[in-house]
């Protein structure tokens, strides 16, 4: 059996204006172009799921001519992610048209299965562990059923775990590659529209499995950057620094995603540093403590907010950067929170920063409350859920006030002139802790310029 597996892959900038903007913004476009070449980890999984005796073939969407005649498959399977599901959808219906089954899934078709079900033979909600063996028997034996659901909750265990096929990126040419070590993050914030919504609680793979795959993801490219596609990877301290002491011989240059309390161990920020992580991403979200109130059910955030300037110098003395990334239209934001988060990021000394506008994604808490509230802009607007894009009717300004609020913070924020202010402060910090220290590593900021 033949199965094409294909991606959703690229970022995404609806509005013409910030499009434009980007242009002239080389910072922004640099990061851009860095991730816009992830592959999918979600189909090299489903590849890994997939029976021995089938030919898999990974594509990339943007490889795909939609005038040529579509490739030979006996099914095909399509990742899902919100902003390009149209494209998924389009590609899904000549498919079908052509006589091909296709079986959608992802997190828009986990989220949306209602939608997703009108352009497949099947969907598959949750992680594709668990239930796509049976969906590939079911093709075969021409009895595909509409609706499948995989599992949410041990996904990481056996007999469901799988390696993801990384082997099929040979020859590709992504600059980066991503390995999974968590799904899920305990601290469920109303806007999340990331893995949480496909799993039942914080799920964690056993180190010896996370380091399997980080060397299998390794040795596809000479020098890759490794990105851990987690939403929350230290979350437990004990498997953290159990993880970081097996990394550390890889002599990889990596980067994640967490959130502030690894400022609060010493221990997990001295290993996190000689373990070759270059940068942690974290969602500060807002500056102000007020900003916060209500974002997740235990004011997890709001309770750290007076402590992120010491917590952004903690981490970043040990030579990692933090990306730190803000959300702007939140309901207690008023106008005057353009200039907060600017000078906010200036006192910081956040080396890399990412401004966003809240986003109500199909299936979140945030898209049930604003919905209920009359406050969406339109019914259906996915091809906008780009972060960049208003979708809502914020609570204390306009949505004009917002959008030009991004675009005046974007040229604020990202230039060449605050780069390098940002990166003398970021080096300034590093030194102070060399002078008392003997820390023995380089500082990230080499391999960032
Ligand atoms: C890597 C990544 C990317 C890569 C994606 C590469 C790719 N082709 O997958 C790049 C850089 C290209 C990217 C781009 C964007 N991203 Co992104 N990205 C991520 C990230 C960090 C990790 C995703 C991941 O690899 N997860 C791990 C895999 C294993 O999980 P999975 O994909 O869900 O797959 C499992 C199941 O869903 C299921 N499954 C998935 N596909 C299929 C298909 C079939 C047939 C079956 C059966 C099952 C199945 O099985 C898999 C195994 O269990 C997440 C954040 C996060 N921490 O999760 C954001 C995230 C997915 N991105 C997000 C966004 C908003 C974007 C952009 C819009 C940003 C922009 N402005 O351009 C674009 C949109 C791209 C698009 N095509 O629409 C949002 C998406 C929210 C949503 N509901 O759509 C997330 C959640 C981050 C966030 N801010 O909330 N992104």
């Given at each position: 059996m033949r199965i094409g597996l294909i991606a959703m892959s690229g970022v995404r900038v609806r509005s013409a204006e910030l499009a434009s903007l980007g242009v002239t913004l080389p910072q922004f476009v640099s990061r851009g172009k860095v991730i816009a070449s992830l592959p999918s980890l979600g189909l090299l999984t489903v590849a890994g799921l997939t029976p021995a005796d089938c030919e898999v073939t990974y594509r990339e969407?943007?490889?795909?001519?939609?005038t040529a005649p579509l490739e030979p498959f006996d099914l095909v399977g399509i990742s899902s992610f919100t902003a390009q599901i149209d494209e998924a959808y389009t590609l899904a219906d000549r498919y079908r048209a052509a006589g091909v089954p296709v079986v959608l899934g992802g997190l828009h078709v986990s989220l949306m299965p209602h939608e997703a079900a009108q352009h497949a033979d099947a969907i598959v909600l949750y992680g594709a562990e668990g239930v796509w063996p049976r969906v590939v028997a079911d093709a075969r034996a021409g009895r595909l059923q509409p609706r499948y659901e995989g599992l949410r909750?041990?996904?990481?265990?056996?007999?469901?775990y799988v390696m993801p096929r990384?082997?099929?990126?040979?020859?590709?040419?992504?600059n980066r590659v991503t390995v999974q070590t968590s799904r899920g993050?305990?601290?469920?914030?109303?806007?999340c529209a990331a893995s949480i919504r496909i799993t039942s609680s914080y799920q964690q793979k056993p180190v010896a499995r996370a380091i399997r795959e980080i060397e299998a993801a390794l040795a596809?490219?000479?020098?890759p950057f490794l990105e851990l596609?987690?939403?929350?990877?230290?979350?437990n301290k004990k498997w953290g620094k159990e993880f970081l002491r097996a990394i550390a011989p890889l002599d990889a240059r990596w980067f994640t995603e967490t959130d502030i309390?690894?400022?609060?161990d010493d221990e997990l920020l001295d290993l996190l540093a000689e373990s070759g992580c270059r940068q942690v991403l974290i969602?500060?979200?807002?500056?102000?403590?007020s900003g916060l109130d209500g974002m997740d059910p235990a004011n997890w955030k709001q309770r750290r907010a007076g402590r992120y300037l010491d917590a952004i110098d903690r981490i970043q003395s040990r030579g990692i950067t933090v990306n730190g990334c803000f959300i702007l239209g939140?309901?207690?934001?008023?106008?005057a929170i353009f200039e907060t988060v600017r000078d906010f990021v200036a006192t910081s000394g956040l080396l890399e920063v990412q401004i966003t506008v809240q986003t109500p994604f199909p299936g979140t808490p945030l898209y049930a409350r604003l919905r209920r509230e009359g406050r969406?802009?339109?019914?259906?607007y996915w091809d906008r859920?780009?972060?960049?894009?208003v979708n809502y009717r914020p609570k204390n300004m306009t949505v004009d006030e917002l959008e030009s609020g991004l675009r005046w913070l974007f040229g604020q924020i990202y230039n060449e002139r605050e780069f390098i202010r940002r990166k003398r402060r970021y080096m300034e910090i590093y030194k102070e802790r060399l002078d008392t220290k003997d820390v023995g590593f380089t500082p990230a900021a080499s391999s960032l310029s």
């Open positions: 969407i943007s490889e795909l001519d939609s909750a041990r996904v990481f265990d056996d007999p469901h990384f082997d099929l990126l040979e020859g590709r040419p992504y993050c305990p601290l469920n914030c109303e806007f596809v490219r000479r020098e596609a987690d939403d929350n990877t230290f979350v309390s690894i400022a609060d969602g500060l979200e807002s500056p102000d403590a939140l309901d207690n934001h008023t106008p969406l802009l339109a019914d259906r859920c780009t972060l960049f894009d």
